[in-house]
């Protein structure tokens, strides 16, 4: 293949260089484009085929369904990895020794603590606040607590903003759904791995010792897996930009987060099982939401299915749907909504309105079950998968920084009125 790219405007011919991936992809990179063509930009509504940077740490083919972070691919990182080496490889480039783990781990524990004052801002939120809302402002907050804002060109600063955040995040998590709970606020215990102690932070009550279940802390080690990083989506793209702009880095996360609550992000979880639930009650009639999902002028949309970038099967899907079937399995539970989610997706898989736009169970559909195996209230689904993602944030914020990417700033076509004269309020 050239090199080049050629692009012919009226009479006048530009020529672009190309760039390519270590897998091969390929992209035309225009950052010369406007000031040669005086002017001409380029439109991609949603950014379907545009590269914001080039990133070392995620790979993903949607036509191939591949999914891999730091090279290494989520099959086997799901089945031989804990969460906390797959944080440590997203965000550092490489699976820690045994001795980088160790003093990762106790790094992060020893920053855990959160100011006793974040309680108080937690105690104005009704307990009808939804999760996300709460954990994106206590993200937010937190910046106020530690003010002094990140030295990017020291490496220890760095590392210690980034296992601070390791450390307290996964209390504010725990905090949010006990408030909601009505539940004492807790800290689990630093003798605990990190995800059995964000179980324990999550589930132990006041007046009994919380055993850990290991089917429960695989399944969640898995999930949080999953969910890790996922290239330029638009949660890690708002991190990005919120970062490039060289605010701290839990600001960036606080917008992230937000950005992750949209139901077309994230909050498909929820909304997911809000609609099994919705199918249950309503007879478990799954050709009627079929056809209400294919209805053009209905908004029903099926929910966890489509994706921007898989055309193929995601495969996060994949692995989570074998795990919902053996959590189940273990924990000796029969949820009917299995069997609704099993059912609608074999109906849309032969289905010529699905098959035609190739639009395949996504990493939220099949989730959610077994959060709510797990004992996960459905408001704090989308609460998980921030839990999750963090890392992934944390990396590609990181690496942003580290590359001195500029601010970003998309230009735009503007289409509004040309110039015209104020009128008096009066004479309006
Ligand atoms: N149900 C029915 N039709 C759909 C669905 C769906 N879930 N998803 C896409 N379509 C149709 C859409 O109407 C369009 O049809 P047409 O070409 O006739 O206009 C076509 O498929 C392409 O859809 P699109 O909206 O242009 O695709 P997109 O890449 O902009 O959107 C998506 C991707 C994930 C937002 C979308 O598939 C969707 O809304 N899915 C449901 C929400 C969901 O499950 N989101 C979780 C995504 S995965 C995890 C994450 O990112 O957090």
């Not at 995620?58 to 086997?76: H, N, P, Q, W």
């Not at 001195?404 to 309020?425: A, D, H, M, W």
């Amino acid at each position: 293949m050239s090199e080049i790219a050629k692009l012919q405007i009226g009479e006048n011919s530009y020529e672009f260089p190309l760039t390519k991936g270590t897998e091969n992809e390929v992209a035309i990179d225009i950052k010369t484009l406007r000031g040669a063509t005086n002017g001409v930009i380029t439109i991609d509504r949603g950014f379907k085929n545009t590269g914001s940077c080039e990133s070392e740490i995620t790979f993903l083919d949607g036509e191939k369904g591949v999914l891999r972070y730091r090279g290494y691919s989520i099959e086997e990182l799901a089945e031989k990895a804990d969460f906390l080496e797959v944080a440590y490889a997203l965000i550092f480039g490489n699976l820690p020794t045994q001795e980088q783990l160790n003093k990762f781990h106790a790094d992060i524990k020893s920053k855990s603590v959160v100011d006793d004052d974040i309680k108080k801002i937690l105690d104005a939120f009704p307990k009808t606040a939804h999760p996300m809302g709460v954990l994106s402002s206590l993200t937010s907050a937190l910046t106020a607590f530690n003010p002094s804002s990140v030295n990017v060109d020291s490496e220890e600063d760095m590392y210690n903003s980034i296992v601070k955040i390791l450390g307290k995040f996964p209390v504010l998590v725990s905090w949010t759904m006990r408030k909601k709970q009505g539940l004492p606020l807790n800290y689990g215990s630093t003798s605990l791995g990190y995800v059995e102690n964000i179980l324990k932070m999550m589930f132990e009550q006041p007046n009994e010792s919380y055993e850990i279940s290991p089917i429960i802390k695989d399944a969640l080690d898995k999930l949080l897996i999953l969910h890790a990083d996922h290239e330029q989506n638009c949660s890690t793209s708002t991190v990005r930009i919120v970062g490039s702009s060289h605010a701290g880095l839990f600001a960036s996360l606080s917008a992230g987060i937000s950005a992750l609550w949209g139901p077309l992000h994230g909050g498909a979880n929820q909304a997911v099982l809000e609609m099994l639930e919705a199918i249950k009650a309503d007879g478990g009639d799954t050709k009627k939401y079929m056809a209400k999902a294919k209805d053009k002028n209905d908004p029903f949309r099926l929910m966890g299915f489509g994706h921007r970038v898989y055309k193929n099967f995601d495969p996060r899907a994949r692995i989570i749907k074998k795990a919902a079937d053996e959590v189940l399995n273990d924990l000796g539970i029969e949820d009917p909504i299995l069997d609704i989610a099993k059912g609608l997706e074999q109906e849309a898989l032969s289905d010529p309105y699905f098959v035609d736009r190739k639009l395949y169970p996504n990493v939220d559909f099949y989730s959610g079950i077994i959060y709510r195996a797990m004992g996960i209230p459905v408001e704090m689904f989308t609460v998980m998968f921030a839990l999750g993602r963090l890392p992934g944030w944390i990396a590609q914020w990181k690496e942003m920084r580290l590359n001195k990417e500029p601010i970003g700033r998309p230009r735009q076509v503007y289409t509004g009125e040309n110039l015209r004269s104020f009128v008096e309020i009066e004479n309006r």
